[in-house]
């Protein structure tokens, strides 16, 4: 069950957003009167789709997934590791998710009451920027995804998944993903049978290497080459 703890000091925190840094101290300070520090563990959800928006979400540490729950399958939007907002579209929107966060790892998560992100945003030109660029990056990302997901086939859209992970999420060429292989697959827009079957050609072909969770690309120009013909 998550454990909650107020904010002790925002303007030392190791992991604070950038845009604090576009406000005055006493507003960085009336944030973090108003937030609260929530620690998930693994599979907690943060916040479900179809529930009401009260806060702003921060992600301090760890990582989490943002999925569409659908009837039969899900389909994972975005990951995000630590030092981000999560989902300020909702924020600013219809004031529902419309999707589910939870966390992938141990995670600690500042909840910021959400009226008070909204006035600082009317009234900081310079905070609504830092926040606009982070609507602006999570949304081009889904957009992205959602063409490649339409216009690829099973292998292409997989490249672009372990491309994505090894070269802008990890940048590292070896990494454990933190991912199932359940999640893998919904992540990419297939079925877990499909994914796996992906996974163990590319094993098998020498493109990439698999010891439980953690991969190496091995040979990234191939995998490049797979998901640029889709």
Do not use: W
């Not at 995000?80 to 929107?93: A, D, E």
């Amino acid at each position: 069950m998550a454990k909650f703890s107020k904010a002790n000091d925002c303007h030392a925190c190791p992991y604070k957003s950038y845009s604090l840094s576009k406000l005055d101290k006493s507003d960085v300070e009336n944030i973090q009167n108003n937030c609260l520090i929530v620690n998930f563990k693994r599979g907690e959800n943060i916040c479900k789709q179809g529930t009401e928006v009260t806060h702003a979400l921060y992600l301090a540490k760890g990582s989490v997934k943002i999925y569409v729950e659908g009837n039969s399958k899900n389909l994972i939007l975005e990951i995000i590791n630590v030092s981000k907002y999560i989902g300020l579209q909702s924020l600013f929107g219809s004031k529902y998710y419309n999707y589910t966060v939870s966390a992938l790892e141990d995670s600690q998560i500042c909840m910021i009451n959400s009226s008070l992100i909204i006035e600082l945003a009317q009234t900081n030109v310079g905070y609504l920027y830092e926040l606009t660029k982070t609507i602006s990056e999570s949304t081009n990302f889904v957009y992205k995804k959602i063409v490649d997901i339409n216009q690829k086939q099973l292998r292409g859209r997989l490249a672009d998944a372990l491309l994505y992970f090894s070269e802008e999420f990890f940048k590292n060429n070896t990494f454990e993903l933190k991912l199932s292989r359940r999640e893998l697959a919904e992540y990419s827009s297939m079925s877990m049978e499909n994914a796996v079957r992906v996974l163990n050609e590319y094993k098998k072909d020498g493109i990439i290497g698999i010891e439980g969770k953690t991969f190496t690309i091995l040979q990234p120009e191939i995998l490049r080459k797979i998901a640029e013909l889709g």
